[in-house]
């Protein structure tokens, strides 16, 4: 007796299996008839790719990003199995459309298939809850803030907003319980409601068939197998062709920098929810429900109504009225989806912000590389003096100064630009011109400095005036630009500093005038000196007391209590090297 034979004799699998493959379609086989199997077969991807990462992630706030990171980067083969789930899932919800759409068209809703088209409906806000629970399941800053939004939509749901709220989020804030919540609802809740769908919907083909498209033969009708199963199959292979090649291009599927609460970050949620994103935009504030809960209410009554307003068949002309709010709802939310990736492209801030994001992605990767610390990722990001300095420099001087892109629009600072800051061309655009917007000229310290190469306002003192000559220019920004790389600079530029600046400025704490406000010259600009200035402007060690004065209303403030040393010595570092367009420091090897 064969294998097949026994197992036939023990559990019968050949008469159904052959039920199946003889299954009639009325009209032939087509590619209208292709969709379910593929979404079928698809789904399968998506059970043993998930299966595969469930192995390898650790669903916590503390472990989640690090954990998708070694899938991604580091386990044998672990990007392509997260490409093929990640993309799988996208290419399901476009499946599952198409199929609904088919159904729509071919009016294959009609009695005695109702329940079909409401399953097929079913799945595919199944599949939408699939999307809304995993895309948060990385824990980096596009799950994170995608799902604050997400979950704070559906807390201003009437009735059971909050407590949907909770539930999804399991309490005050995003965290921990989050993870795990919206982890169990994908990998256990949604997959067997899914399942059942499936049995129903299989349920429901073998008792009702396929159902021909208008205008089919009825005389025509053609087995399952092997026509429209190979369509079936072809589609499927198309499909994961496409997989493979989004994933192999993607190394995987993207993954942002660790989630951090307390970051400045331009959300923007997947493609397939952007047309509600964009519909918002039409309904602000207490009209916001009309968008969130309104009009997504309405067009899912609509298609759950469907088969008893089209109820009469025809040909697709004559059943248009039924049908032309689906084309609308279609056009409407691929021109919605359109239009917010249009607005974005051209939105320059929005663009600075997502190059921000890549920067910031590609030095946790970088840090990833040496090592997560058992408090997780997003405490690897704060402990990165680059990360942190910059974090700090965003949240305590950039209200004020800009320094490259970062601050204030340029005709709104309140503080030098600190681009070129300790630079030769920074001292000399000073000297010559101190008094500029992009200097002190919007600050409390305006014309206070006199320029070295223009000639005063005052007509008596303007007689007076010398313009220094370029080559001592030249020499003090040269002796300035030492000062800040550590250096003692040359003896010549020190002599002109004694001879020209001291009238007003230090140099070693002596000048010729002792109530003058202008700084120390000796190591100005110097990592220690720019610690300085942070701890307390007005220490002597940067600017003097002078600095601190009630007459000048806006000057910096100190920042030696609400900054810990530690964070005032990489704030400073970081000022330093970003000021003077040095790259990035490197991550330090772990031993």
Known sequence: MSLGDWLDERIGYREPLRRLLDEPVPGGARLAHVWGGAIALLLLVEA???????????????????????????????????????????????????????????????????????????????????????????????????????????????????????????????????????????????????????????????????????????????????????????????????????????????????????????????????????????????????????VPGVCALYLALLPFLDKKPGPLRARLPALAPLFVIGLAAAGLTAKSFIVDARDEDFQRAQAAASERTERALALFKQGVPPEGALAMLRNDPETRGEDLYKKECASCHRLGDLGPPKDKQTAPDLTGFGTKAWALEVMKDPDADHLFGKTPFKEMMPSMVKPPADPEAAEMFTAMKEADLDAIATFLEAQARGEQGSAAGEKLVRQRCTSCHRLDGKTDDDESAAPELRGWASVAWIEAQITNPGSGKAYPPAAMSKDLEGHMPAFEEKLSANDRKILAAWVYRRGRGEPAKAPEKKP
């Open 48 to 294: 043993v790719t998930g299966v595969l990462l469930m192995s390898a992630y650790a669903p916590s706030a503390t472990t989640a990003w690090s954990s998708v990171a070694h899938i991604n980067y580091t386990m044998s083969a672990g990007w392509l199995v997260r490409g093929l789930h990640y993309f799988g899932a996208q290419a399901l919800i476009v499946l599952v459309a198409i199929h609904v759409g088919r159904m729509a068209i071919h009016g294959a809703y009609r009695k005695p298939r109702e329940v079909s088209w409401f399953l097929a409906l079913g799945l595919l806000g199944v599949l939408l809850g699939f999307a809304f629970t995993g895309n948060p399941l990385p824990w980096d800053q596009d799950g994170y803030w995608g799902a604050r939004v997400e979950t704070g939509i559906a807390g201003t749901i009437p009735v059971v907003g909050s407590f949907v709220q909770q539930l999804l989020v399991g309490g005050p804030a995003l965290g921990h319980m989050t993870v795990t919540r919206l982890y169990s609802a994908h990998v256990f809740v949604l997959p067997a409601i899914t399942a059942l769908l499936l049995a129903a919907s299989f349920a429901q083909l073998r008792r009702h068939g396929f159902a021909p498209p208008p205008g089919a033969d009825p005389a025509r009708a053609d087995r399952f197998y092997p026509k429209q199963l190979g369509m079936i199959l072809l589609v499927a292979a198309v499909t994961l062709v496409v997989l493979f090649d989004l994933a192999a291009v993607e190394h995987g599927a993207p993954l942002e920098s660790p989630a951090d609460p307390i970051s400045d970050y331009s959300a923007r949620p997947a493609w397939y929810f952007r047309a509600l994103f964009e519909l918002r935009k039409f309904f602000p504030g207490s009209l916001e429900l009309i968008a969130t809960v309104g």
